[in-house]
């Protein structure tokens, strides 16, 4: 079993300790319950490669399959168990097989939680551990099995009543509070979202350089991946889009298996997962290195949308200050371009820019691509404050219509960098990527 924590030099309990202390302020009272990632069947007796479950990972850097955490509220007395870990037991014979398990009592010992127990006594002491709570709390919904499990158990607590146990009352959804933490990133973990993103940055460049008319998308990718894990990095934070031409303009081309052509641009959004991070950029070139006319417009016009959307993505603004910014930009773009009609404000007010950008300009990253936290409290776009780290992805897709200039059928653009809110403004993790038509055609031209 792969394990980032223990196998890099990264791992550092306290970091994880600290967070489930967090946790437990922000509780007060009652018990939380984290099962693990399912292992899941790809076909036959292959497995997909496993992926532990981020809050899982976030509360212990612990990462076999087959786990729980438990969180005990409200128990100032130092004896009693307040974080305890199940998990397998050690077993040499599949050990053999699949690897290291560490088993309770190393678990214990090594991630620093006050107990830990084998999974296979986790309803028994479940049932134990949630008498006299009063609340419950558990990431509700994200596995209809889970949930029914708490509700069999908490059952099962309820049972006992005539030997003074009561159920928990209230159930939570944990992620109310744990978002809001995962939202804000630590010093430890913007140390491997840099990471992460610098892996990103040097393979995008490396997919530049590689490029050339003739090849299959496939190929382009496969620089991607051989970069992505020659750094450590195993897996992508998600399925890379590398679409030449025309398949730029379906948002979430993953075919990837065409021939690029000379004449087209090839748009590719990649990253990689680095140490349980995302990381999460596009750049878009021409296959040949060099950008025609009508590709050098509207590339200008989404570098020109991104630069105001990053020039916003700072303390001071609300989250939806970039989107506004680049709409505005976008929307100019659309009409200088003749694709949109009339004022700014008036293909705004319309949605007529719609047609050519369909997306929002970015998403919270972390540990998730598409990471957790709220982007309104109540009715009102959150701040932007320090930590945060988020996308800033404007794009133009223009596709055949007759309504349409035909120079620019087709075309399908978009710039994603990775941004960190600091105090000052803004730290772009991704900026070495070649984003200027200039930088980009003088890393592709070809001896
Ligand atoms: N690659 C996913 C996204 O850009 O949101
Ligand atoms: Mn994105
Ligand atoms: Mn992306």
Redesign the pocket.
């Known amino acids: 079993m792969h394990n980032y924590a223990m196998t890099t030099a990264m791992f550092d309990p306290e970091i994880y300790a600290k967070r489930r202390a967090a946790l437990l302020n922000r509780m007060q009272r009652g018990i939380a319950i984290f099962p693990a990632a399912a292992e899941v069947v790809r076909n036959g007796d292959a497995h997909y490669a496993y992926r532990f479950d981020s809050n899982l990972y976030y509360l212990s850097g612990f990462t076999e399959p087959e786990t729980v955490l438990v969180l005990v509220a409200g128990q100032e007395d130092n004896s009693a168990p307040r974080t305890i870990l199940f998990c397998r037991e050690k077993n040499p014979e599949r050990e053999i097989w699949d690897g290291h398990r560490f088993g309770p009592d190393a678990a214990r010992e090594q991630f620093g939680f006050d107990a830990a127990y084998p999974i296979a006594q986790l309803d028994e002491k479940l049932i134990e551990l949630m008498g006299n709570q009063p609340v419950l709390f558990h990431p509700l919904g994200a596995s209809a099995d889970w949930d029914a499990r708490l509700i069999r158990l908490r059952a099962a607590v309820r049972e006992k009543s005539r030997s003074g146990l009561r159920a928990p009352d209230e159930i939570h959804d944990v992620r109310r509070l744990l978002n809001e933490m995962r939202l804000f990133k630590d010093e430890h973990e913007l140390n491997i979202v840099r990471r992460a993103a610098a892996i990103s940055t040097a393979a995008h460049e490396r997919a530049m350089r590689f490029t050339r008319a003739g090849q299959f998308e496939y190929q382009v990718e496969a620089e991607l991946l051989h970069e992505f894990c020659r750094h450590g990095a195993r897996d992508p934070a998600y399925t890379s889009i590398v679409a030449g031409g025309a398949n730029a303009c379906t948002l979430h081309y993953v075919g990837n298996d065409a021939r690029l052509k000379d004449g087209d641009l090839l748009l590719i959004?990649a990253g990689c997962e680095f140490a349980g991070y995302a990381s999460?950029i596009?750049r878009t070139y021409p296959v040949n290195g060099k950008f025609s006319a009508a590709q050098k417009d509207v590339y200008e016009i989404v570098l020109t949308a991104q630069a105001a959307a990053i020039s916003r993505a700072s303390p001071g603004h609300h989250w939806n200050a970039p989107h506004e910014a680049a709409l505005r930009v976008l929307a100019q773009g659309f009409i200088d371009l003749k694709l949109c009609h009339g004022t700014v404000d008036g293909v705004l007010e319309s949605g007529s820019y719609k047609q050519f950008y369909m997306h929002r300009t970015?998403?919270w990253?972390g540990m998730d691509?598409?990471d957790v936290g709220d982007y309104k409290i109540a009715e009102d776009w959150r701040a932007l404050q320090p930590g945060m780290v988020l996308?800033v992805?404007p794009g133009c897709y223009i596709r055949p219509a007759d309504n349409v200039p035909l120079a620019l059928w087709n075309i399908g653009i978009r710039i994603?960098d990775d941004v960190v809110i600091t105090a000052q403004g803004n730290e772009v993790l991704t900026d070495a990527a070649p984003k200027t038509v200039a930088a980009i055609e003088e890393v592709m031209r070809h001896e």
């Open positions: 959004d999460d596009t970015g998403h990253l691509v598409h996308t992805e994603e």
